[in-house]
């Protein structure tokens, strides 16, 4: 873990919407859209382990410099679409993630789910 | 924006990856696998526009407070899998959106990108 | 294989039409909409195998006849919506199919993409 | 419609197992892969559509001979994963379909449906 780790959402979510701004592209940013687009990244990021096995996709990113890059500038854009639709819903990313982690903790008790889905 | 917004990156990591080992779920927690999540999650997220129009879609969240509580719900739940893979790459979150809104910066001069895709 | 598969394209692709008028739904079933629910029913059937290995995965459809009933009713609907937009872009399936095949026999040569991708 | 149309099912299947089988992919058609793999092309479908209005999205194909090219390239690509999944699984394809629509018809009235979802 490295310094940037400790990061406010506020800064990076202030970068995502400057990005959007400054190109006048929030006339493009409908939820609709941005879900469309959320899946679309998703879908590019799954396309580096589409054909290995489990095994195979787990050493991917250790062993192969180039292809681990490609596979965290995926993961960005999803997360930099997340962001967009967090900006335009206009909800506080850190509150939502705490309050679905505190969802899911009641919903999987820790006994009932140990090593299991 | 709230106070919440200033919880740092490392903070909400943290949280993810507490909630996943109190569980003994790194084993599931392939980069593959996790691909498929986030993939999974984004359909979830886009179920929610899908037969509705740009402006039906667009007034949803701002008039309808329990599909916007599900609408949240469902982009946290890409998010905390966005976190357990950015975890299990050992990839700092803030660093690789930086890098990629960057990246994104010299691929797209304002100038031509002004409005228009 | 059953009688069944001797069907031609244009027996189900009136069934799927018809399902739809019966319903008035032709106004929902815009291309941007059903690319959407396509995407949607396609991550529905990835849920099933999720978390599983491959092997549990190849295993899951033979073993459990449940699972295997909703997985063939996960993948009937990525085909119906499918069909529905191959009806509304006024397209030929079966050539779209053949055509497409024909250009992926040209990009990828038997003799050097045997065994590999 | 067309005389392609008139093809049966099994004739299409044939052809999609043919080329895989040329190429000895068959190892590489394990269920969980197909489904990434439907996933996959069903976000490149969408993508076509991500930025457009409803109303742009509609006149797309049939103002762009270019842009529908592509579009139905990617239909087509859904479909004949959809096809390699239902042959793994030994399954019909009509038959799947025919009874997805037979058990939509008893969920969704078509007097309590007409023209909304």
Chains 1, 2, 3, 4 share one sequence.
């Not at 990076?12 to 879900?35: I, T, Y």
Request: proline fraction near 3%; aromatic fraction near 8%; glycine fraction near 0%.
């Amino acid at each position: 873990m490295t310094l940037n780790n400790d990061m406010t959402i506020i800064v990076l979510q202030k970068a995502v919407s400057d990005f959007r701004d400054a190109r006048d592209w929030r006339q493009f940013h409908s939820p609709k859209n941005l879900s469309m687009s959320i899946a679309i990244e998703a879908a590019e990021l799954m396309e580096h382990f589409q054909w290995l096995t489990t095994s195979e996709a787990n050493s991917l990113a250790e062993q192969n410099p180039e292809a681990r890059q490609a596979i965290v500038e995926e993961l960005a854009d999803v997360l930099i679409y997340c962001f967009s639709l967090a900006d335009i819903l206009d909800c506080d990313i850190a509150e939502i993630m705490l309050d679905k982690l505190a969802k899911n903790n009641a919903k999987y008790p820790t006994d009932q789910y140990r090593g299991r889905y």
